[in-house]
């Protein structure tokens, strides 16, 4: 059974009106009510029977203690014993997975991936998944959960691995901007030598001439593609001839994937100034990465298991949220005192950007 609130000062009243009103703590206290996990838990506790138990409460206060200071013990999931069938499962964890972080540089665990307004550095989703993830799969997920919890999303910022056409479909479904750098492994157009005019569309070489006809075929791997055919005559004339068309044929074809042209408009805009000033924003990600990496150990597994490491990496999320909630409670009553006796309005939590990564 849960105990009843009690009333009584303690030694511990004393000691807490020690802290300094400005502690991190104390901050988090004021403006983040707990209360609601003994009433969300209250079903799994008898009324009026048993010794009474420990509150959910302060349980989930010591566990986010944990992460937000970093006290746990940490198990790291490194030994290459415990590795079998080529890195593709183990003895130990076996939902972790092997990921790539480039080339040479490989890892066996997880990855965890979470939107972010970048204003204010608050987290508002998190997915974790296994090491072998590709980035951007539950984008849906992650933006639609950050949708319930009230953030109206006019921008979205990610980097390269998130421009796909099946994100950036979801993004102008939503009619939010998506401010992601152009991939060359996706879109291979070389814009100094083509261009491309969507109302008639036709692509246009540097020398002029445009192509006269479009026809569907299949590239070198079986995928499906857009053979376009420029004019002929232009082509035969050309001074460029042989090092754009080839010594054998008497006419270009440019072969595009299905959506290159819408690819073609977005790099178009991708190219503005004004899109590469708003893209620095994303910039506060990587900082926010480092510091749960860092500073509340989540560059390694606490436990085994995809709900262990899930686990980890909200409760992370979870901690830094607060430090930061605390911290622009902090500035805004330090602004409230400075400006004290004039009307004013202090917006805490934007409800513009998010950063996916």
């Not at 665990?109 to 590709?134: H, L, N, Q, W």
């Not at 010594?247 to 590469?276: M, W």
């Not at 979870?318 to 400075?338: C, D, G, P, T, W």
Request: net charge positive; glycine share 6%; with cysteine.
């Amino acid at each position: 059974m849960l105990k009843s609130t009690s009333k009584q000062l303690s030694l511990y009243s004393i000691l807490y009106d020690k802290i300094p009103d400005d502690h991190l703590l104390k901050n988090i206290d004021k403006v983040v009510d707990f209360s609601f996990i003994n009433k969300l838990l209250e079903g799994s506790y008898s009324k009026h029977f048993g010794r009474p138990a420990k509150e959910p409460e302060m349980m989930a206060k010591l566990l986010i203690l944990q992460y937000l200071y970093n006290l746990s013990d940490v198990k790291v999931i490194s030994d290459e014993k415990f590795i079998i069938q080529k890195g593709l499962s183990s003895l130990v964890d076996k939902d972790a997975r092997v990921g790539c972080k480039s080339k040479t540089d490989s890892f066996y665990s997880y990855k965890m991936e979470f939107t972010m307004i970048p204003e204010e550095r608050i987290s508002t989703a998190v997915e974790t998944c296994d090491g072998a993830y590709v980035d951007g799969n539950k984008i849906d997920e992650l933006y639609n959960r950050s949708k319930e919890c009230g953030i109206n999303t006019t921008e979205v910022y990610g980097d390269k691995a998130y421009f796909r056409k099946s994100i950036l479909d979801i993004l102008k479904t939503e009619n939010v901007e998506a401010l992601i750098p152009v991939s060359a492994s996706v879109y291979r157009i070389d814009e100094s030598k083509f261009s491309y005019n969507k109302d008639s569309d036709q692509w246009f070489c540097v020398m002029g001439n445009h192509t006269v006809d479009k026809k569907r075929g299949k590239g070198s791997r079986g995928q499906e593609i857009l053979k376009y055919k420029f004019d002929k005559v232009m082509c035969k004339d050309c001074p460029n001839k042989v090092e754009c068309a080839g010594k054998n044929r008497s006419v270009k074809c440019l072969d595009v994937g299905i959506d290159t042209a819408d690819y073609y408009e977005y790099s178009q805009r991708a190219d503005a100034r004004e899109f590469k000033e708003k893209y620095k924003k994303r910039a506060s990600h990587e900082w926010r990465n480092g510091e749960m990496e860092r500073f509340h150990g989540l560059d390694r597994a606490r436990g085994y298991g995809l709900k262990s490491m899930s686990m980890q990496a909200k409760l992370t999320a979870l901690a830094v949220n607060l430090k930061r909630i605390a911290a622009l409670v902090s500035f805004v009553f330090e602004y409230l005192m400075m400006i004290s006796g004039k009307n004013t309005q202090s917006k805490i939590i934007g409800h513009e950007n998010l950063i996916v990564a």
